[in-house]
């Protein structure tokens, strides 16, 4: 029906390479996940397993086949892989991916200390069976990087073999690029944003003001992360300037 509204800015058609929008599941039931995927898979393009609730989720293979059928990537949060890295488990992890039929996985250290050329090392080794998404930045919010740091990790993850980048803010939008408060770290982003093309970066949004602040500084078609499934369409109507914080955006 969109068709019908001029100067709609057009939408990158599935499946995508940019202008992703990439929703949390924070153990939602297969009822659940039925009911988003019924509403809103068209426009929604990944899924991401929070943190260690695959491992929690009743129906969890029904539920990732579903969400697969639907024509969305899937993969497990970076804790959930951290879990395991930290107890020397990579291959089990490796199994579990296999077991639950994923072809995306994460690679992070927002929670664990490990050195970034093995972080690459692992991302490289990932990248040959799966496709790597892999996360810059600290769920600590006493652990800061120099704007310099973000741009040459995310540089060297994407040469090792990552397919997206994923600038870190958790699910409350309050660490890495944003302040303690939620705002966005503009120096970082623009500098972030200067030296790596947008499409290899998927920035972690999930606060409405967020979202709208990089709709209006990138655009439309902007890759934006840790969308609560309740948000999806809410998100889309400020891709395409149909809410009154980006209406005047297109016109």
Not at 16 to 39: F, H, I, P, Q, Y
Not at 158 to 170: D, L, P, Q
């Amino acid at each position: 029906m969109l068709e019908i509204l001029k100067n709609i800015p057009k939408r990158s058609s599935q499946p995508r390479s940019e202008g992703l929008t990439m929703v949390m599941d924070k153990g939602l039931s297969l009822n659940e996940a039925e009911n988003m995927v019924a509403l809103k898979s068209e426009i929604a393009d990944i899924v991401k397993l929070g943190f260690g609730t695959s491992l929690l989720t009743r129906f969890i293979k029904e539920k990732i086949n579903l969400y697969k059928q639907s024509g969305m990537m899937v993969y497990t949060g970076g804790t959930l892989f951290e879990a395991f890295i930290i107890r020397n488990q990579f291959d089990d992890f490796c199994k579990l991916m296999d077991q639950l039929d994923l072809e995306m996985v994460e690679v992070s250290d927002g929670s664990i200390s490990i050195e970034h050329d093995q972080k690459c090392e692992l991302i490289q080794k990932l990248s040959k069976n799966y496709k790597v998404i892999s996360e810059i930045g600290s769920k600590d919010e006493s652990i800061t990087l120099q704007d310099s740091d973000w741009v040459k990790f995310m540089r060297k993850e994407i040469e090792a073999g990552s397919w997206k980048v994923i600038a870190e803010a958790r699910e409350g939008g309050n660490v890495g690029i944003f302040e303690k408060n939620g705002d966005v770290k503009t120096h970082l982003v623009k500098q972030i944003s200067k030296e790596i093309e947008l499409s290899q970066i998927l920035w972690e949004a999930p606060q409405k003001e967020q979202q709208v602040w990089f709709i209006n500084n990138f655009g439309a078609n902007v890759n934006l992360g840790n969308i609560s499934p309740n948000d999806i369409i809410s998100l889309e109507c400020l891709r395409l300037g149909l809410r009154g914080d980006t209406f005047n955006n297109y016109l």
